[in-house]
């Protein structure tokens, strides 16, 4: 049983406000639930950045590639909207 820890660094160079960017963490963090990921928002007062950290376990290497692949999915959707950085930490 592997857990594995992750880092989301998030730049959303399109957000203008608060509300703006919470409208899309809130989006991204509602289908990071869906694959049983602790999620939690780690980011500061500045708009056009976020720090999302996530939590799940995976069953052996295969298991936790497929999961880091449906991150790296989820966040391609959203396409120009943001640029991202992730770091992974197996524990």
């Known amino acids: ?6 880092l989301l660094h ?5 957000v203008h406000s608060l509300k703006g960017r919470r409208a899309i ?6 289908r990071f639930k869906r694959f049983n990921m602790a999620v939690a928002d780690l980011s500061g007062e500045y708009p056009k950045e976020a720090l999302i ?4 376990f995976a069953a052996d290497r295969d298991e936790m590639e497929r999961k880091i692949s449906h ?7 959203f396409g120009g909207e943001i640029e991202y950085d ?3 930490e197996i524990i």
């Open 10 to 14: 998030l730049a959303l160079p399109y």
């Open 86 to 88: 992730i770091e992974y």
């Open 71 to 77: 991150i790296e999915e989820i966040l391609a959707r």
């Open 1 to 6: 049983m592997l857990v594995v820890r992750t």
């Open 25 to 30: 963490l809130n989006s991204i963090k509602e």
């Open 53 to 56: 950290a996530l939590l799940f």
